[in-house]
C-alpha cells in the first residue's frame, strides 16, 4: 500500500487555547526544517493536525525523523482518497488486508459537514466490508488494528498505523535558558527534558585547562550532536574557569571551595543569560545527589543569580536519569573517562549545610567581579548543527 501523507498529530497542544495557533505555526516551522533536505515534500498546516505529504518519498527516514520532533504526539500514516463510500469501502479493505492481527475497530470523523453520510453510517457502512472479506473480527475495547476513518473538506484520510512520538511543546514557544553543560550523565538530560518543554537552549561549559582536558569539549560537542535531533542549533558557550577556580582555593577553606565555586557559575551563567536575552538558568543538579545539591547548599549557591533556576532532574532517582541517557543516546558519550573541575578540585569534606555569612566572607577576599568579567570577555562560542 502506498501512503500519500503522514499525520502529526499533537495532543498536548490542545489544552492551550488561543496559543494554539502560535504552537502549531512553531511546530510547522520546526517539522519544515527537519525534513528540509526532503525537497518533494508538501505540508497541509490544519487547527488540530499537520498533513506531510509525501509524493512518492519513503516514509520511513521521514517518520524516523518526526519521531524526535517536541511537540509531536502521535504519527499516522494515512491515505488520501476523495470522498466517496465506495473508494472509501475500497480503500479501507486494502488497507486491512495488508494489516496484521485478528481484531479491528473502525473509527471516524466527518468534519465535512456536507458529505451525506454521518460517522456512524460510513463505521456500519466499512465494518461489513472487512468482516466478510476477511478473517478480521470486531474488538471495540482492545483491537489490533484502529482503522481510523477521516472526511475532511479537502477528501479522506485513512490509517490503520499510528506510531507514538515523543510529546512535549514545539521548541521555540517557550523562549530561552542558558543550560549549564557538564559533560556528566545529568546534565545532558536536563537539557533535553528542558528542550522538550519547548525552550531552546543556550549551553555553558565551564572548562578548567590544564586541569580539564581538551576532550571535554569533544565530548560535550559530541553530546550535543545527538541533542541537534531536538534542537538544530545548539551554541555551546566555554568559559574559562580555571583563574576563578585557583583563586577561589587560594582563599576559601577547602570545605566551602565547592559551594563559592558553583556561586561563580551561577553568577556567569546569570551574566551570560542577561546578555543572550535568556529567561532562566537551569543544571543537572537533583536534590541530595551530592554535596553541592542539598537544599541548604542550593539555597545559598542560587542567592546570586536573579533569573529563575530550572533544575529538571532536582526530584529525579539516578537510575531513571541513566535510563533517559541511554535513550537519547548520551549515555555512552557522558561514560568516557574524563576529568571535570569538579572532580580534580573535589575537597575532602565539601559542606552539606554551608553558611551565607562564611561564604561571604571568604568571597570579599578576593576581586571576583572582575575576574568574571574578565571570564565572560573570554568565552568561546562553539555552534552544533
Ligand atoms: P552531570 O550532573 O552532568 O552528570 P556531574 O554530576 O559531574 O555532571 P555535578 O557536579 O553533579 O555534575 O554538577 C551539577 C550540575 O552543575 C551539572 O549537572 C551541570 O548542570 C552543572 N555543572 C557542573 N560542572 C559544570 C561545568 N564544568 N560546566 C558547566 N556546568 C557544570
Ligand atoms: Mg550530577
Known sequence: MKYTSIMVRFGELSTKGKNKKDFVNMLARNIKHALKSFISLTYDVLYDHIYVNLHDEDYEPILNILKDISGIQALSLVIKIESDIELIKKTALMLMKESEGKTFKVTCKRSNKRFPLISDEIIRQVAPVILKNTTFKVDVHKPDIKL????????????????????????????????????????????????KRGVIVECIHFASPPYTSEAVIDKLTDILHELNRYQYKIRLHIVPFTKIQTK??????????????????????????????????????????????????????????????????????????????????????????????????????????????????????????????????????????
Request: charge should be neutral; glycine fraction near 6%.
Open 148 to 195: 481510523a476513518i477521516e472526511v475532511r473538506d479537502e477528501g479522506t484520510y485513512l490509517s490503520t498505523k499510528t506510531v507514538l512520538a515523543s510529546g512535549g511543546y514545539p521548541i521555540g514557544v517557550a523562549g530561552k535558558a542558558v543550560m549549564m553543560l557538564s559533560g556528566g550523565i545529568d546534565s545532558p538530560v536536563a537539557t533535553y527534558l528542558l528542550m
Open 248 to 385: 577561589i582555593y587560594e582563599v576559601a577553606d577547602e570545605s566551602y571551595a565547592i559551594t563559592i565555586m558553583r556561586r561563580m557559575m551561577y553568577r556567569l551563567a546569570n551574566a551570560l543569560a542577561d546578555k543572550l536575552n535568556c529567561l532562566a538558568i537551569a543544571n543537572g543538579e537533583s536534590i541530595g545527589q551530592v554535596a553541592s545539591q542539598t537544599l541548604d547548599s542550593m539555597g545559598v549557591i542560587e542567592k546570586v543569580a536573579s533569573l529563575p533556576i530550572i533544575r529538571p532532574l532536582a526530584v529525579m532517582d539516578k537510575l531513571d536519569i541513566i535510563k533517559i541517557a541511554k535513550q537519547i543516546n548520551t549515555y555512552d558519550i557522558s561514560i568516557r573517562p574524563y576529568e571535570d573541575c569538579c572532580t580534580i578540585f573535589a575537597p575532602k569534606n565539601p559542606k552539606t549545610k554551608p553558611r551565607l555569612h562564611e561564604v561571604l566572607f571568604y568571597e570579599e577576599k578576593f576581586d571576583f567581579a572582575s575576574l568574571i568579567k574578565e571570564a565572560l570577555d573570554k568565552i568561546k562560542v562553539i555552534t552544533i548543527n
